[in-house]
């Protein structure tokens, strides 16, 4: 606070101009300071932050990776990303402002082995093995895989009874005690490298997923897509470019079912 101090000098002189002196006082606000810094770093810390959380594809080095996109046909599972359309537009529809994303697949070769593409460029639309799906969660009740997610567990389902007999272990203490918490890092880390061994075990059948996309599509479908891989234990997948047969392929796949 703020002090005023008169001083006359001492003189009894009549026309003697008085002397004030004007003092400022800091210490409340350094202790106002130091209760406001305090009062901040602990609504910090208290504070949960909000994050997004997404499951990153899994770093594992790829085998024979320049070969993916010519997978047999038997392993290949091409995925295309795509957006809902308005009735007889290829224009996009929303729903609310936001984009409904279309997923579509094929086994093997587009068209087939006879091809989608014939005489003078004319579609084979008999050929097309088109068909779509949509990114769903398991069910609640039944816990069972829907949409694109049931697809690929399907292609994959040799891994993922292995990796499932690797989970019924952990939990049941097989690679570890989970009793403390230096015991829980201990048996999650012998849990990776075992999922990643059975990940990466070419005796075991396992797809070759090719991730392809429209224009159309948003980046949520790419996102949600590729978290597919992680939750499927796909340990071989690539983001390629879409072909003249893959676009002929929606292209007909629209006019016959999107009426």
Not at 86 to 101: H, I, L, R, Y
Not at 195 to 212: C, F, G, M, T, Y
Not at 225 to 237: A, G, H, P, R
Request: with cysteine; aromatic share 6%.
């Amino acid at each position: 606070m703020a002090e005023v101090q008169q001083n006359n000098g001492g003189g009894k002189g009549k026309n003697h101009q008085k002397k004030m002196t004007i003092r400022v006082d800091f210490t409340p606000m350094v202790d106002m300071n130091m209760l406001l810094i305090t009062f901040f770093m602990l609504c910090t810390t208290m504070i949960k932050s909000q994050t997004l959380t997404i499951a990153l594809p899994s770093n594992e080095k790829v085998q024979n990776e320049e070969n993916m996109s010519q997978a047999s046909a038997d392993d290949a599972v091409t995925i295309i990303l795509d957006a809902k359309r308005k009735v007889g537009s290829f224009d996009v529809d929303t729903v609310n402002g936001k984009v409904v994303p279309i997923i579509y697949y094929y086994f093997g070769k587009p068209g087939g082995d006879a091809g989608i593409i014939g005489p003078g460029g004319s579609v084979l639309s008999e050929n097309n093995n088109l068909q779509e799906s949509e990114f769903l969660a398991n069910d609640e009740k039944s816990g069972k895989a829907r949409g694109i997610r049931d697809i690929i567990q399907k292609r994959n389902k040799d891994v993922l009874t292995e990796i499932n007999k690797l989970k019924e272990k952990y939990a049941n203490g097989g690679f570890g005690s989970l009793e403390t918490k230096d015991g829980r890092e201990q048996a999650q880390a012998a849990y990776d490298e075992a999922a990643s061994k059975v990940r990466k075990d070419e005796n075991l059948k396992k797809p070759v997923i090719i991730i392809k996309s429209t224009p159309q599509a948003s980046f949520g479908s790419l996102v949600s897509v590729l978290d597919e891989m992680q939750i499927n234990s796909i340990s071989k997948y690539q983001i390629d470019n879409m072909t003249k047969a893959d676009s002929l392929l929606v292209i007909d796949y629209q006019n016959n079912h999107h009426k």
